[in-house]
């Protein structure tokens, strides 16, 4: 009788959470504003946790903090209603992860996917069968509870939006490789949870005037390379436009100009690491971002971010076994010995012509400034052919290693590491190695800052064999492992996201140990009689250097780099590159 009861008990506990839907309004602030109005963040919560509490496909949980004080949540979609495991879940379904919120101002995503979910289990739409959404619905919690009417200067709605900046004004869409807030750790915690195959970033933005509402934004499929570069760029995208528009909704590439017409032509926007796509890329993920044209009325920007994600779930159900199957041959698409492309640049001998909508603009009189102003006349709409440059080819590349060894010494590296899931082997005992090294040779360095940093650029190494005795704790890194783009992007100084041009290891470029000239003076005059070499070199240098010959410090200074005094910890980048396998 008493496991009857609880039987009972349990069937009214189910009946109660898919009927009780019935007494709730689900109708967004979207709605209600008649599209005037994004929901707070207060409220985008409550509705979906109103959702999980009325319908068994939603469930919403806290992972992970931000620099704002409130915890990341994650809402997930599962139509399958079998497991709650991403592992057990990735077996049969495709994962779909939706970012919100990055820039809380461009929130037309936060209120389309409240929506999309809504109507998703209330059967206004196809569900899919085998499609597992994830949705962060609000990822810059801190820009979105700094509310205001006015930053959004250009943009068109809605009355009242989140900042750009983060709780500590940092933009969360240059942090993705970095990790200086709470925000990207806790991002990289739940995509290493969620493994997406597909990864949707929602955006506003900011840029020329068009008659499109929708443009969008995939990952540079050059970059992201294999094939699995080749089916987004042949296939995916290809199919996104075409369902679109049978849908009444045109679409372009992303408009990649500043203060000019596009009709002259304009190229892709390159995803680095440090952004959301250019992120998930190192994963193998399909990545693209959402841009809605912010001129256009709120109500169409956010019904077009809905009817985009609708597309994109389309077909992902269609191609769910195509894509795993390109995910799967593109992790051994890299291994040891292949060159791995770091740097890129437009292809100027591949481009696509588009069918471009645009607007006439011309160049005027500016009745404020006297100068030159870009001016746009919408009663003069045209379609006309532009030239994309959506091809890149590589400028620069490495060889992939066996291993990268790292002292424990760098544990905000090392941290970084265990926080993306890298396999790391610490040494149990004192080990001697022949590896090569990197020494830093040249680099640049910006005069602004950017983004908490002073980041470094055009970085040139100088590279040798030498034997290194490692500490027992230090770690040795194998590339043969799904981080293996992670690894490289992050540990090759020269790579533009590096950890190194972010200035993770900027010890190394200021010297410790120095001279009093009087007293090196006399040892350096020692140094050259017993070193005949060094000697030529230096009588050839200052012959033929005439700033060096007029410089006495400049002239110490060479000579004691040229001399067992000169400390080794200098330039010396203290990550080091096995090429062969550990006997």
């Not at 396999?423 to 602004?448: A, C, G, H, M």
């Not at 002073?454 to 890194?477: A, C, M």
Request: charged residues 25%.
């Amino acid at each position: 009788m008493k496991k009857l009861i609880i039987l009972l008990l349990l069937l009214a506990s189910c009946t109660e959470k898919s009927n009780n839907s019935e007494n709730i309004d689900f109708t967004t602030t979207f709605e209600k504003s008649n599209g005037t109005e994004t929901a707070t963040y207060q409220e985008t919560i409550q509705f979906y946790t109103d959702l999980a509490n009325n319908y068994r496909e939603i469930s919403i949980r806290e992972i992970g903090e931000t620099d704002s004080g409130e915890p990341l949540h994650i809402v997930i979609y599962n139509p399958t209603e079998v497991h709650k495991d991403f592992n057990l879940l990735r077996d049969k379904n495709r994962i779909m992860l939706i970012n919100n919120g990055i820039h809380p101002g461009e929130s037309d995503g936060i209120d389309a996917t409240m929506m999309l979910y809504r109507d998703l289990v209330q059967g206004k739409i196809e569900a899919p069968k085998h499609t597992i959404l994830v949705t962060i619905p609000i990822y810059n919690i801190g820009g979105s509870l700094n509310r205001n009417s006015g930053t959004r200067t250009n943009q068109n709605g809605p009355k009242e939006y989140g900042f750009r900046g983060n709780a500590r004004n940092y933009d969360l869409n240059r942090d993705f490789i970095k990790c200086d807030t709470k925000n990207a750790r806790t991002f990289a915690e739940i995509y290493h949870l969620v493994q997406p195959d597909v990864f949707i970033d929602n955006h506003v933005s900011n840029g020329a005037d068009y008659q499109y509402t929708l443009t969008h934004l995939f990952t540079q499929h050059n970059k992201l390379g294999g094939n699995m570069g080749a089916y987004l760029h042949l296939e995916m995208m290809p199919k996104l436009e075409q369902k679109l528009a049978q849908k009444d909704w045109d679409i372009t590439p992303y408009v990649n100009v500043f203060n000019r017409t596009p009709e002259s032509g304009f190229s892709q926007f390159l995803d680095s690491p440090r952004y959301s796509t250019g992120y998930t890329t190192l994963f193998n993920t399909l990545g693209m971002m959402v841009e809605t044209h912010m001129l256009k009325p709120y109500k169409q920007r956010v019904e077009g971010t809905y009817e985009l994600m609708k597309s994109m779930i389309e077909i992902t159900e269609e191609d769910a076994e195509k894509i795993a199957e390109l995910r799967k041959t593109q992790q051994i698409k890299w291994k040891q010995g292949d060159n791995y492309p770091v740097a890129w640049t437009v292809d100027t001998t591949k481009s696509t012509t588009l069918e471009f909508k645009g607007y006439e603009g011309e160049m005027i009189p500016s009745e404020l400034t006297g100068a030159q102003r870009l001016k746009y006349d919408r009663s003069k709409p045209f379609t006309k052919e532009v030239n994309y440059q959506n091809f890149f080819v590589a400028t620069d590349s490495v060889t992939i290693p066996k291993a990268y060894v790292i002292p424990q010494g760098w544990y905000n590296v090392i941290d970084l590491l265990k926080l993306n899931m890298v396999e790391l082997n610490p040494f149990e005992r004192d080990t001697t190695l022949t590896v090569e090294s990197y020494r830093i040779d040249d680099y640049k360095t910006r005069t602004s800052p950017y983004e908490g940093h002073y980041p470094h650029y055009n970085v040139k190494v100088k590279t040798s064999k030498e034997s290194i005795t490692f500490r027992q704790g230090d770690y040795l890194v194998k590339t043969d492992q799904k981080a293996i783009r992670y690894l490289i992007e992050t540990l090759e100084p020269t790579a533009p996201d590096s950890f190194f041009n972010w200035n993770f290891f900027d010890t190394i470029l200021q010297q410790k140990e120095g001279f009093s000239p009087y007293v090196w003076e006399d040892r350096a005059k020692q140094v050259l009689r017993e070193n005949p070499r060094l000697q030529i070199e230096y009588n050839v240098k200052i012959s033929y250097d005439e700033e060096f010959a007029n410089n006495w410090f400049a002239q110490l200074d060479w000579l004691h780099k040229k001399s067992k005094h000169y400390e080794k910890a200098h330039l010396q980048y203290p990550v080091y590159r096995l090429k062969q396998e550990l006997k």
